[in-house]
């Protein structure tokens, strides 16, 4: 209880610190994708068609460093609670040499249309700016967005861009960065008197008790979040030279944030939502293309002013918003929270099973979720119009 009440008044410092009032819109951000400044020339606009390659001689360079990789043995029946036991990586290694068909799954790729086009640079503001002329570029003036982990930071951020262009926002995770008085006071007393702070029962099971079903979790669980928002380069380094390492790195993430209680499981219960050649594929993109540093640079470049303090972070959401809870996301958001930053809820569904990865774990019900919440706002906005 002592260390709750320290928690919460550390926090409602900080509240009262940073808290500003709130603008209607975030400023499209018009940035620069290259090095050095932007040159004077027209940018290159064209949108070009391509199709993932990879060369025999990156394949042969993946194999023999798979072949030199050193192991170390994990500490006795430590399963994940340690990270990637290295006794299942050595499995999903030998799969990864002898049998995974990195060609057939480049083939699945080129199934579907792949363009390339060059469009400023990135933090989560230029990244939903990117998106937003990009839709302009291919011609959509009104669109839906769907977003989970940065996805939904972009997607929020691109709500708050261009509300007059974004129909709806989806998301299957909220993040919530602005507490207030009434978010303290939950903490402390929503357990006991939930109705008072709008708390569903689902809400109390997956909150409390808060110090293990939050702080312990944001201690236990984002320490990679703290290395890639301070020195993301001293790791990626290291990631961007081993394909081994770089597996250890996800496979723990895929197995933590699917259900935590796969860190009582020696293989971390990869295999019981995802395949091997799912798992493998993600990780050969981050391979194959080199982007494991820059994908932990993007930690750094929106955390390194610090947490609170950014514009988009004060802003509130105004267009309509879905949100599906999935019972195994890290940290759980009720809608009594997220409804003061989404200030136009119209769907919150707690789902009945997935986790951080809800679109490769559970694709079908975050599917009928997305389009459940596109009728509903498309029937809305057409009682609207006809009521005018």
Known sequence: MLLEVFLVLGTLLIYFFFSKKNEET???KDGWWGRGQKPVTKEDSSIRPF???????????????????RFTEPLENSCFHYGTNSVHLRKVVSYWKNQFNWKKQVEVLNKYPQFKTKIQDFNSVSAASVFYELMLKLGFNEFYTQ????????????????????KGLHLNMVLVSKLGLSHLL?????????GLFGFQDEDVRRMFPFLKKWLYKILSEFGYAHIQATKPDTVGCGLNDSPVGLAAYILEKFSSWTDMEFQNLEDGGLERKFSLDDLLTNIMIYWVSGCIVSSMRFYKENLQKGIGTQKHEKLTVQVPTGIAAFPNEILHIPQAWAKKKYTNIVSFHFMPRGGHFAA????ELLAKDILQFVDKVEKEQLWKKKGE
């Open 51 to 69: 199709k993932v390659e990879t060369a025999e001689e990156e394949l042969s360079d993946l194999f023999r460093r798979l072949d030199q990789a």
């Open 147 to 166: 977003g989970g982990d940065a996805g939904c930071l972009i997607c929020t951020n691109l709500a708050q861009i261009a509300p007059s262009h974004v």
């Open 186 to 194: 939950s903490v402390l007393l929503g357990r006991y008197f939930p």
């Open 360 to 363: 490769l774990e559970e694709p």
């Open 26 to 28: 975030l400023p499209f």
